[in-house]
């Protein structure tokens, strides 16, 4: 009889990713490669894609351990537009302060904080034009702050009041304001990264200077719609910005579930003929001039680029999540790129344009603004307490015009709460 | 005009008169699409307007989704309904929700063509009619013409309309009508009143069901290649049955099926689409709410089988003459 010829094969062995630290777990990332700030070079935005390779691998950073900005990627902003930006991410963190307790008095259903990754969405609004076309993800909300968009109104989507624009149709924190630039935010994950492809090669069809920037993290690049809306981008060299936050988690997974464990998610884009760059995302330097230098790019009809942000999710994912149940709670302080609110503001020290008690000022002052919008907010009314919308609004917008079978349904719902006596007010 | 060609000149007069429309869709550019239904159009448009994409549903709708928050008025093609799938989430979760998730704000004025329908050998893959996972979706409108000046009139529509439409086209009556006879020779689009198709524009308002044949022993409701072969079998059985072809499945023309049913007491519904939770079953529920009391037999329905689409079998399981004609002797039989 034949001997069988795998006999002497050693047995496959299936690879399961698993994170380094777990609850309890003593955290150590001096591992983590941070090459020094200043070092990696700046390309012309016009170079060729396949030229980015070591961009996409290393990291560009702009402040040094003293908070020096250094290197070819200093965006040399004025004081007064660091100190700008710096209250922009202040009251980013501020409002997710209060927007989280909010839930937690039972204000709301839901909330995400962004915190630890203002710099991205902040520092990204300050690069871009404010007519240009943001395609979030939900943690952006540094984005619309930074635009100087109505907190009030932010906060009435949250409370899905009577003042909520969107009519409290949508879940806290799915933000849309077309006057701000800033698309209709859907839970379904990375479905914008086609979308702003297809709003960027609108832009660049019709001979608009307008182009699209579109946000989703880095758990989010393993859809498959982050596959087709690279492939369009480059195809067709859309004027877009694609930007993968890899805060390091996807709720309970870690990175190493996207494929963090094999390369990096800068380098996704060379295979497609993107331009890839890997930006420490706690940054605030860092991220203006990446996105200044991707804007200048699509700008100039050069093509697309993919911007991987390194950064960290400070804390849960959202108030529905408790980090301490799969990650160990050292991490976040362990964090060797640090807090980029702390960065900026020990750049603006360093170059004696702000101080310790300016700061701490401008902290309560902010607390206070929040508070004061707050209040003002929940005038309009909070989840579930009177105040809503009308009942009869939940049949409006499905189509431009009702349809006869809704207006019978809509019918059949104002009868039925008449019939009932329930405490809903129909106007 | 055959109904490609219909198909074909709906687009050109709406690309004429409007900067704002493109196509987009595998093979729809410089090749003119593997049906000949953008024929000509880059040619005469440009490359801007009607082009070429990669092969990746998602990412087509994906992009179109994009193009319409922009302000353009995409019509993109899925070169086979059998492949819409990829895009399902897409159009689902975005195109059909944007309009009401952001209260108005941005809108998906969207028009997505896609040869649907059997009765040509096409196996599993080139088959199918999936109309009825769209007719479950609120927010999208679901269209099927039957006969070229249709397929004209009510596309021009659907691009008009600011809401994201499914316009799904029946690729066996492409080139003529189809009354089920397979084994007969095919007939064209010449000398039959559909395929009388002015060049210019005009439009047949969306939610308008037709009536094909007036009658009053009972009611047909079908749609795209089964409007042909409920009339084939009609005329040669000799029934005085009302033939409605429905045209837009959602927002349905309820006042038609109404009146009809009312008038005659008897309703049969086909469709080629597989039977469980297909759009017949709606169809049956709303007739059935609506009409009860004027019902002398059990609605029937006339579908295709609860499998995948077959191949060799394709006969067998097609809603042909065979099937529709004992489905008719069954809803007849007490009459008097």
């Keep these: ?427 | 005009m055959n109904m490609i060609q219909a198909i074909n000149s709906a687009m050109d007069v709406m690309m004429a008169r409007d900067a704002d429309v493109i196509v987009m869709g595998e093979d729809v550019g410089y090749f003119g699409g593997v049906f000949r239904a953008t024929a000509g159009l880059q040619a005469k448009y440009g490359k801007r307007r009607v082009f070429d994409t990669p092969i990746t549903e998602c990412g087509i709708i994906g992009v179109a989704v994009g193009m319409g928050a922009y302000g353009l008025r995409p019509v993109p093609e899925i070169q086979f309904a059998d492949y819409i799938y990829p895009a399902l989430d897409q159009l689902v979760s975005e195109a059909a929700r944007l309009r009401y998730r952001s209260a108005g704000e941005f809108t998906s004025p969207i028009t997505v063509r896609s040869p649907f329908g059997g009765g040509i050998f096409g196996g599993q893959t080139h088959s199918q009619s999936p109309e009825g996972i769209f007719t479950h979706v609120s927010g999208v409108k679901t269209v099927i013409p039957s006969t070229p000046y249709d397929a004209k009139g009510l596309l021009i529509a659907a691009i008009e309309d600011n809401d994201p439409t499914l316009f799904f086209e029946p690729k066996r009556i492409y080139n003529g009508p189809f009354d089920g006879h397979w084994d007969r020779p095919s007939k064209n689009w010449s000398g039959h009143p559909g395929g009388e198709v002015p060049t210019g524009y005009y439009r047949i308002p969306l939610s308008t069901a037709k009536v094909v044949r007036a009658g009053e022993a009972l009611t047909i409701l079908a749609y795209g290649t089964m409007v042909h072969v409920c009339r084939g079998v009609i005329e040669e059985a000799g029934v005085d049955a009302e033939i409605i072809d429905l045209r837009t499945l959602v927002p349905i023309d309820i006042d038609a099926i109404e009146a009809s049913v009312k008038k005659t007491g008897r309703c049969m519904i086909v469709h080629e689409a597989t039977r469980t939770s297909g759009f017949g079953a709606e169809l049956s529920a709303l007739v059935q709410e609506r009409c009860f009391y004027h019902l002398e037999a059990p609605i029937e329905r006339v579908t295709g089988f609860d499998t995948p689409y077959p191949h060799s079998l394709e006969w067998a399981y097609f809603p042909g003459p065979v099937r529709i004609g004992e489905a008719l002797k069954k809803i007849m039989k007490d009459a008097s």
Aim: some cysteine; glycine content about 8%.
């Design chain 1, 1 to 427: 009889m034949a001997s069988d010829p795998r006999a002497n094969l050693k047995p496959l062995s299936l690879h399961v990713p698993e994170p380094r630290f777990r609850p309890g777990d003593v955290v150590d990332f001096s591992d983590i490669a941070v090459p020094p700030a200043g070092a990696g070079r700046r390309p012309d935005s016009a170079d060729n894609a396949a030229t980015f390779t070591e961009l996409a691998y290393g990291l560009v950073r702009v402040l040094d351990e003293e908070a020096r900005a250094v290197g070819p990627w200093d965006p040399r902003l004025s004081p007064d537009v660091l100190r700008r930006m710096l209250r922009a991410m202040a009251l980013t963190r501020a409002y997710d302060e209060r927007m989280f307790r909010a839930q937690r008095q039972g204000k709301t259903s839901f909330y995400m904080k962004s915190t630890g990754e203002e710099a991205v969405a902040v520092a990204a609004a300050f690069a871009l034009d404010r007519d240009d076309m943001c395609f979030p993800s939900y943690r952006q909300q540094g984005l619309l702050i930074a635009r100087g968009w109505d907190m009030v109104d932010m906060m009435n989507q949250v409370y899905s009041n009577r003042g909520d624009r969107l009519e409290g149709k949508q879940l806290p924190i799915m933000y849309s304001t077309k006057a701000g630039s800033f698309f209709s935010i859907s839970g379904n994950l990375a479905t914008q990264y086609p979308q702003a492809v297809g709003w960027a090669m609108a832009s660049a069809a019709k001979g608009d200077t307008r182009i699209a920037a579109t946000w989703t993290g880095e758990g989010s690049t393993a859809e498959g719609d982050f596959h087709s809306a690279c492939t369009f981008a480059a195809v067709y060299r859309a004027p877009v910005i694609l930007n993968v936050v890899n805060n390091q988690w996807a709720i309970s997974s870690f990175s190493g579930f996207a494929g963090a464990e094999a390369t990096t998610f800068a380098a996704r884009a060379i295979g497609y003929g993107i331009a890839g760059l890997r930006v420490d995302g706690n940054d605030a330097l860092a991220v203006y001039a990446a996105t200044a230098w991707a804007a200048e790019r699509a700008r100039t009809n050069a093509g697309p680029t993919l911007i991987e942000h390194f950064t960290y999710r400070a804390e849960g994912h959202s108030t529905s999540d408790d980090p301490t149940q799969y990650r160990s709670a050292g991490e976040p302080t362990a964090w060797p790129l640090g807090d980029p609110i702390a960065r900026l503001k020990d750049h603006l020290i360093q170059l004696g344009e702000w101080d310790e008690a300016r700061q701490a000022a401008m902290d309560l002052d902010l607390a206070e603004k929040v508070r004061a919008a707050q209040k003002e907010a929940e005038k309009n009314g909070v989840l579930g307490h009177g105040l809503h919308q009308p009942l009869d609004t939940l049949f409006e917008g499905v189509y431009e015009e009702m349809p006869w079978h809704l207006r019978e349904q809509q019918q059949m719902m104002l009868d039925e709460e008449e019939a009932s006596g329930r405490p809903w007010a129909r106007k």
